[in-house]
């Protein structure tokens, strides 16, 4: 997948507003493989819906997005499932990580549905991240800051191109941050994907190529 | 993993009500199938080569009616009436041989012959199966059913008075019978063989088309008006044939009704146990059904998650098919394990009371019933869980 277009999409809920002054809704956009996208809000201006309309875990949006061209209003569930382990990774805003499973569990959960990392990758990503003592813990016992960074990893633990992270280090100390755009930025850049990152006020210190104000 | 995460909310008594309940229903079921099946051959034993139900009709003879010649015979109008008749499902008439019969018989030297009678009645009320029951014009033996109390006869009062040997079944069937037919001026010396006996027909039976060509030959001339009937009915039980019968004076032979009207009685009785056995199984798969919806309702926001991170509804709802299959694997199991269980003990009974019966039959019904339910019960499982889990994708 290269390219992904948003026309003149807008939340259904947003539709009974006189103005919209945004950069992305109601508006021609396109993410481009290989680009990294910074999306800046307000909070309540529709990012987390930008993201599951992208998803595809919604569909209360007028307008079209299309992936490579093709309406994706259109897809079948076995199509989503096949972008949802090969194309498309998306770290949630409210993670949806598994309480009662372990750190390490969870990112196993998506791995062995993938293949695509090996063991020793996943612990470097841990160790990295500093949570690789905790990755035996149950994920309700953890901070959210911590359960951002599993959830991190669990989403890296596939192919994809476009990665979308809402809001990633709203929990997270500048320090970790740096480390998570550095990884971030590796990962991206071995598999030539696209990044696309969301934020209401501290950002993932990356190389933005575009900035949108939502 | 993927289990570790979805077994979280299963309710293991809800689980262990289904199981109890549907063991319940399951062996209820079986066990109605497998008895009736066990036991049926009590009640057609002997004629099983006779059509299951059907009675032998004749007219009352009663003093008066000897005294004042009245005819006992059946008229063409009383036959069309009788096949009209909604509990009738196929009407024949006995027709007797227009010739004089003598049967021979040799015993360790020793001749037995007597003067005997021929009837036929049509080939569809007997099973076609029966061994051998044709006769082809040229043929030198004839097929004969005699009724079991002959043998009787000769077996309890004959031979033991004589100290003849007694004759099974078997070895009766073995022998073969000088036949002596005269009419019309001429003789004709055939063999007879015995191929059956019967509980509930008092004639010597042969073959339609033996009696046809026989009569043809040897016979008079004039053709009789049938004296007994043979019908065929829907069911020996139904009253409205006592009432015909008793209107029109007819009767029926003996209580040669009894074996068909007990089979049939235990047909309905084995019909509302397998009813009620299917209503059990039914209601405990809805609290299968119940229990699972009620899990899956439970963890929605794990599947929705596992849904998200790239699972397919498939994958998702594999784990609790499999519950569900394997819990009614189980009940399949151990119901056919209480099923042949049971069977030992009430087929030693039966044994014992006839004990020609015992050793018949197979576990066969037993099986093929539960497998049929185990299949409908899973398929409907499978699907409905399918469902529901597609319903928690497409929700968004």
């Keep these: 997948m290269n390219t992904i277009e948003l026309q003149q999409t807008l939340p259904e809920v947003f539709a009974g ?44 949006y007028q307008g079209i997005i299309r992936f490579d061209g093709e309406n994706i209003r259109r897809y079948t569930v076995s199509r989503w499932v ?86 990633p280090i709203s929990h997270l100390d500048d320090g970790n941050g740096r480390i998570m755009s550095r990884i971030l930025t590796e990962e991206a850049r071995k598999q030539g994907a696209g990044v696309v990152v969301t934020s209401i006020g501290k950002h993932l210190p990356l190389d933005y190529d575009r900035i949108f104000a939502l | 993993m993927l289990w570790k995460l979805l077994r979280q909310h299963i309710s293991l008594s809800q689980l262990a009500g289904f199981f109890f309940a549907n063991l319940f229903g399951m062996v209820i079921v079986l066990l109605s199938v497998q008895f009736y099946n066990d036991i049926k051959p009590v009640f057609t034993r002997g004629d099983s080569f006779m059509k299951k139900d059907f009675l032998i009709v004749s ?64 080939d569809r009320f007997v099973d076609t199966s029966l061994d051998g029951w044709t006769f082809r014009e040229g043929q030198e033996e004839i097929p004969i059913i005699i ?70 030959m040897y016979g008079d001339g004039k053709e009789a008006l049938p004296s007994r009937l043979i019908v065929e009915v829907d069911n020996p039980a139904d009253d409205r044939i006592a009432k ?55 963890n929605t926001a794990k599947l929705e998650n596992l849904l998200l991170i790239g699972y397919s509804p498939a994958r998702v709802a594999r784990p609790y098919q499999v519950l569900a299959v394997g819990l009614n694997l189980a009940v399949l199991g151990l119901g056919l394990l209480v099923v042949m269980l049971v069977r030992l003990q009430y087929l030693d009974f039966i044994g014992r009371i006839f004990p020609d019966i015992s050793g018949e039959g197979s576990l066969l019904p037993a099986l093929l019933t539960g497998g049929m339910l185990f299949l409908a019960v899973s398929a409907l499982n499978v699907w409905a869980v399918r469902r529901k889990v597609n319903a928690i994708w497409m929700r968004r």
Aim: with cysteine; net charge positive.
């Design chain 1, 17 to 60: 507003r006189d103005s919209v002054t945004s950069d992305i809704w109601h508006r021609q956009v396109a993410f481009q493989r290989g680009q990294t996208c910074l999306v800046e809000a307000a909070s309540g201006t529709g990012k987390s819906s930008l993201c599951s309309f992208i998803y595809g875990y919604r569909q209360d």
């Design chain 1, 82 to 167: 096949g972008i949802r382990k090969r194309s498309l990774s998306m770290l949630f805003q409210e993670l949806r990580l598994f309480g009662e499973l372990t750190a390490w569990e969870n990112v196993q959960l998506k791995n062995a549905l993938t293949g695509y990392a090996d063991r020793k990758q996943i612990r470097r990503w841990f160790e990295e991240l500093d949570i690789d003592r905790l990755r035996n813990q149950e994920i309700r016992r953890m901070s959210f800051g911590q359960q951002q960074r599993v959830a991190f990893v669990r989403a890296l633990c596939q192919p994809f191109d476009f990665i979308f992270l809402d809001e």
């Design chain 2, 59 to 122: 007219k009352r003879v009663s003093t008066l009616g000897t005294v004042i010649g009245r005819s006992n015979t059946f008229t063409e109008a009383d036959v069309a009436r009788l096949q009209e008749q909604p509990f009738t499902k196929g009407v024949g008439a006995f027709s007797p041989a227009r010739f004089k019969v003598y049967a021979g018989l040799g015993i360790q030297g020793m001749q037995l012959s007597t003067a005997m009678f021929f009837e036929s009645v049509p």
């Design chain 2, 147 to 216: 009724p079991r109390n002959y043998l009787n006869l000769y077996n309890f009062g004959f031979a033991q008075s004589r100290s003849l040997p007694q004759i099974s079944e078997g070895v009766m069937g073995m022998m073969r019978l000088d036949i002596r037919m005269s009419g019309r001026g001429q003789v004709k010396r055939m063999k007879g063989r015995i191929v059956g006996f019967s509980d509930r027909l008092n004639t010597i039976l042969v073959p339609e088309a033996f009696m046809a060509w026989a009569n043809r």
């Design chain 2, 244 to 298: 015909y019968f008793k209107e029109n004076g007819y009767e029926t032979e003996g209580d040669k009704l009894d074996a068909g009207k007990t089979a049939w009685f235990l047909k309905v009785i084995v019909g509302i146990v397998l009813s009620v056995g299917l209503l059990i199984s039914v209601l405990s798969f809805y609290i299968l059904m119940l229990s699972v919806y009620l899990l899956l309702q439970k």
